[in-house]
């Protein structure tokens, strides 16, 4: 009897600790709440946001509680902190937190939630909060263009050859040692005799760069022609699949205004490169808008023919007209800069082998970006040929070599 | 330094109890019930700085609390009491007014314990009320914590 009571109280004991703890966090869970604002939204794949949250939660005596901000699944957290210790008896104090978070994948992400820990002398448990109050707002994540520089076709263990056959057009790239499976009949016995090693030559001969196939997809936030955007996707569809049978491979740019969406950079499998087309080729998100925006070179040209135009006039008036324009612009030449755009699109296509390329557009809203793809590539002494996809403008074509906004630029 | 500390308000009537019920009673294991109070009164005093004291202490206090109970069942029941002020009182389980409510509250389940092993004959009775009680409380917790868990995972939206 008295081993019974001796239990009894024990487990008594024991007991009413964990259902006073149990009390005590559902009164700390109940009482969290998280407001939390970004300083970007919608933001680019691997581009640093700040995130601001205020978590706010009452505390209870003798109690140890983390309470920790759950970033967004496939994030890192690159700079502050997102976890809030108390030991002390915080009623309703209001915590803030500020950290910076890089996301890796793009999509639209939320919040995994609040995890709050609570812990006392007996027990201690942690709660995922992940009610959709605690997992807003959504960051949308925009996908991003691939800006890494080609591989090189030498590895290691080759040797740069180019040695030109005088028989045949085909020449001899590079020297590398035997490995199975290799054709004897490449194995260089001059080379390998010299060396007392098995060397193979890689052949090449002159080809023919496929063109650059770049795609500008409409704002998906604002209206565009569905019947003009369909005729669009069946023309690239089309010329993609004439240009892999040429030339066994293609590179594709999706753009967006000035955005860049995706590379597919020297796809040679069809099946694959359809694939791609089906998941790129809707309208997208811009996070970037251009509004009639000049680059440098046109801002110099309009000055230049201010000029000209000041000095043949001969009304006064005129001339101040002209003078007050030429200054008006050279104002702006002095302030604007580069935009980001155009630098990546300097990367991207440095990236790239071609002699021409291919812009398809719907030529809806604001048109500036196009002269930003199609200078440098101009400017490469690459052939661009813009073609328009509208059945509105009886003027214009749906296959044509220049482009007015582009005026001067193209062939 | 101070002179009186506030376990001090436990362990003294416990060891004046426990003296009081030898005397009065005069059981076989008086001299038993005097050493596990010695050894339980050594532990308080040694382990005043020690990270783990509430576990010495409720080590120690057990075999006082089977003893005190194999003298009297009530003196058992005095001993628990005692040793949970104590117990409290060390680990600062006793600051508020609740934490009082909270230890009033023990006390009184320990009470209904006694009183339902005294009017017992057998200890199998008893025995399966408590396990009985622990299992239906479990019980009720689990289906409280999967319901709490539930709401704040979001699946119940």
Redo the contacts between chains.
């Keep these: 009897m008295a081993v019974l009571l001796a239990g009894g109280a024990l487990i008594a004991g024991i007991l009413g600790q964990y259902i006073l703890f149990d009390n005590q966090v559902r009164d700390i869970v109940a009482s969290v709440s998280c407001q939390r604002s970004l300083s970007r939204n919608p933001v680019r794949k691997g581009i640093s946001l700040q995130v601001t949250s205020r978590i706010a939660f009452h505390g209870s005596p003798r109690m140890h509680i983390i309470v920790e901000d759950l970033l967004p699944r496939e994030t890192v957290l690159t700079e502050g902190n997102a976890t809030i210790t108390t030991k002390s008896d915080t009623t309703g104090q209001e915590f803030p937190l500020r950290y910076r978070i890089i996301p890796l994948i793009h999509g639209t992400l939320r919040f995994s939630g609040i995890s709050v820990q609570a812990r006392n002398l007996f027990f201690e448990t942690t709660v995922q909060l992940r009610r959709e109050a605690d997992t807003g707002p959504a960051l949308i994540v925009l996908p991003t263009g691939l800006f890494q520089a080609p591989e090189t076709g030498s590895g290691e263990g080759t040797r740069d050859n180019r040695k030109v056959s005088v028989l045949s057009s085909v020449d001899i790239h590079s020297l590398r040692e035997y490995q199975i499976g290799d054709d004897l009949r490449h194995v260089d016995w001059k080379t390998s005799a010299k060396f007392d090693k098995m060397y193979i030559r890689k052949y090449t001969a002159p080809i023919s760069h496929p063109p650059l196939v770049i795609v500008d997809l409409p704002w998906c936030s604002a209206s565009y022609p569905e019947k003009e955007f369909n005729r669009m996707i069946s023309e690239v569809t089309g010329m993609v699949t004439h240009t892999l049978q040429t030339y066994q491979h293609i590179s594709i740019l999706f753009i967006s205004g000035p955005n860049i969406v995706h590379l597919i950079r020297d796809e040679k499998n069809p099946a694959r490169c359809i694939a791609e087309l089906r998941e790129w080729m809707h309208p997208a998100e811009r996070p970037v808008h251009f509004y009639h925006m000049p680059d440098r070179t046109d801002l110099r040209f309009l000055v230049t023919n201010c000029e000209e135009a000041a000095l043949e006039a001969k009304d006064p008036r005129i001339q101040g007209s002209l003078d007050l324009l030429r200054e008006r612009y050279t104002g702006i030449l002095q302030y604007q800069r580069n935009p980001a755009f155009a630098g990546q699109i300097a990367r991207t296509l440095s990236q790239l082998l071609m002699t021409e390329a291919y812009l398809f557009t719907l030529g809806c809203g604001d048109t500036s970006h196009i002269r930003h793809v199609v200078r440098p590539l101009k400017n490469q002494q690459i052939r661009v040929n813009v073609r328009i996809i509208d059945d509105t403008r009886p003027d214009r074509s749906t296959r044509q070599d220049s482009f007015s906004v582009a005026r001067g630029t193209s062939s | 330094m101070s002179a009186f500390l506030p376990e001090y308000r436990f362990i003294i009537p416990l060891a004046a109890g426990i003296i009081g019920a030898a005397l009065l009673l005069q059981p076989a294991i008086v001299y038993l019930d005097i050493i596990i109070l010695l050894i339980l009164i050594s532990v308080f005093a040694l382990t005043r700085t020690w990270h783990d004291r509430?576990f010495y202490l409720?080590c120690s206090s057990?075999p006082l609390?089977?003893?005190?109970?194999?003298m009297n069942?009530w003196a058992?029941?005095m001993v628990?009491w005692m040793v949970?002020g104590t117990l409290c009182t060390t680990?600062?389980?006793l600051?508020?007014r609740q934490d009082l409510i909270?230890f009033i509250?023990?006390c009184g389940?320990?009470l209904i314990?006694?009183l339902l092993?005294e009017v017992s004959n057998h200890?199998l009775l008893?025995?399966l009320i408590?396990a009985g009680s622990?299992v239906v409380?479990?019980a009720i917790?689990s289906v409280?914590?999967y319901q709490?868990?539930r709401y704040?995972?979001?699946a119940e939206?």
């Design positions: 509430g409720v057990v609390m089977i003893g005190a109970g194999m069942l058992g029941m628990i949970a680990l600062g389980l600051a508020s909270h509250g023990f389940w320990v314990v006694t092993i200890v008893p025995l408590l622990v409380v479990l917790q409280r914590a709490f868990r704040y995972s979001g939206q």
